[in-house]
């Protein structure tokens, strides 16, 4: 049977642990040569490895989005390679301090911003002519639920996802009528990552959902036609 991927390039930010990860098996079994980007190597070899393993394909790529120039020479190496990219997944993030907005460290939150904010923007500028060549380039990006609905403590963190899906919203709108390009967000709702644990120390989370779940809502969203701008959250 065909893998309904098969002949796909998908990139994924974020790629060498839970939902990243999870997501690039996820593309890399539905057929799609996988580019996995983190800042880890380590991280990253592991997941190709899995990858292969289940007999798919990807291509590792260690880099600090939140570097100087780091974006611009992974798009023009892309570039160099294929001639499009059909999915592009944006995940990475950071979560910072959970603090009160009076009390959040400048040089913290600028660092937030950065990534979480600045990189992503500069992602979608750099992969949009890439993009832009695939007959159903499908950008995806994995946002939270304190972007949309503002919880104390999480302030720094919340602004940031909200700034993002302003940003993909927008880029969406402009695409609409111009290209292929279809944009969606993803909000994972309570899931067993690195992150959640760190948020909240003492929850059990055997009880959430596994980064798998969400994966496979991110291959949906690869696989079928949608409207820009839909948005999801992920049930358990």
Same mark, same amino acid.
């Given at each position: 049977?065909?893998?309904?991927?098969?002949?796909?390039?998908?990139?994924?930010?974020?790629?060498?642990?839970?939902?990243?990860?999870?997501?690039?098996?996820?593309?890399?079994?539905?057929?799609?040569?996988? *580019?996995?980007?983190?800042? =880890?190597?380590?991280?990253?070899?592991?997941?190709?490895?899995?990858?292969?393993?289940?007999?798919?394909?990807?291509?590792?790529?260690?880099?600090?989005?939140?570097?100087?120039?780091?974006?611009?020479?992974?798009?023009?190496?892309?570039?160099?390679?294929?001639?499009?990219?059909?999915?592009?997944?944006?995940?990475?993030?950071?979560?910072?301090?959970?603090?009160?907005?009076?009390?959040?460290?400048?040089?913290?939150?600028?660092?937030?911003?950065?990534?979480?904010?600045?990189?992503?923007?500069?992602?979608?500028?750099?992969?949009?002519?890439?993009?832009?060549?695939?007959?159903?380039?499908?950008?995806?990006?994995? =946002?939270?639920?304190?972007?949309?609905?503002?919880?104390?403590?999480?302030?720094?963190?919340?602004?940031?996802?909200?700034?993002?899906?302003?940003?993909? *919203?927008?880029?969406?709108?402009?695409?609409?009528?111009?290209?292929?390009?279809?944009?969606?967000?993803?909000?994972?709702?309570? =899931?067993?990552?690195?992150?959640?644990?760190?948020?909240?120390?003492?929850?059990?989370?055997?009880?959430?959902?596994?980064?798998?779940?969400?994966?496979?809502?991110?291959?949906?969203?690869? =696989?079928?036609?949608?409207?820009?701008?839909?948005?999801?959250?992920?049930?358990?």
């Amino acid at each position: 049977m065909t893998k309904p991927l098969s002949g796909k390039t998908a990139l994924v930010t974020g790629a060498s642990r839970g939902i990243g990860a999870a997501t690039a098996e996820a593309l890399g079994a539905a057929g799609a040569h996988v *580019i996995l980007v983190a800042r =880890t190597a380590g991280g990253l070899e592991e997941v190709e490895e899995r990858i292969h393993k289940a007999g798919g394909s990807a291509t590792i790529a260690p880099v600090d989005l939140a570097e100087n120039d780091s974006i611009a020479r992974l798009a023009e190496a892309i570039a160099g390679r294929w001639s499009s990219l059909d999915i592009l997944v944006l995940n990475a993030a950071m979560l910072g301090t959970l603090a009160p907005v009076a009390a959040i460290d400048a040089k913290e939150f600028a660092k937030l911003l950065t990534l979480n904010l600045m990189a992503q923007q500069q992602m979608i500028a750099a992969f949009d002519p890439l993009l832009r060549a695939s007959e159903a380039g499908r950008l995806i990006g994995v =946002t939270s639920s304190v972007g949309a609905a503002p919880r104390a403590y999480w302030g720094a963190y919340g602004a940031s996802k909200a700034a993002l899906d302003t940003l993909l *919203i927008a880029y969406g709108q402009e695409n609409a009528n111009i290209s292929p390009v279809r944009v969606a967000i993803v909000d994972p709702g309570a =899931t067993a990552t690195a992150m959640r644990r760190k948020a909240f120390p003492g929850e059990d989370q055997s009880t959430l959902k596994s980064p798998e779940t969400v994966a496979n809502a991110i291959l949906t969203l690869a =696989t079928e036609g949608y409207e820009t701008g839909k948005r999801i959250r992920v049930e358990a």
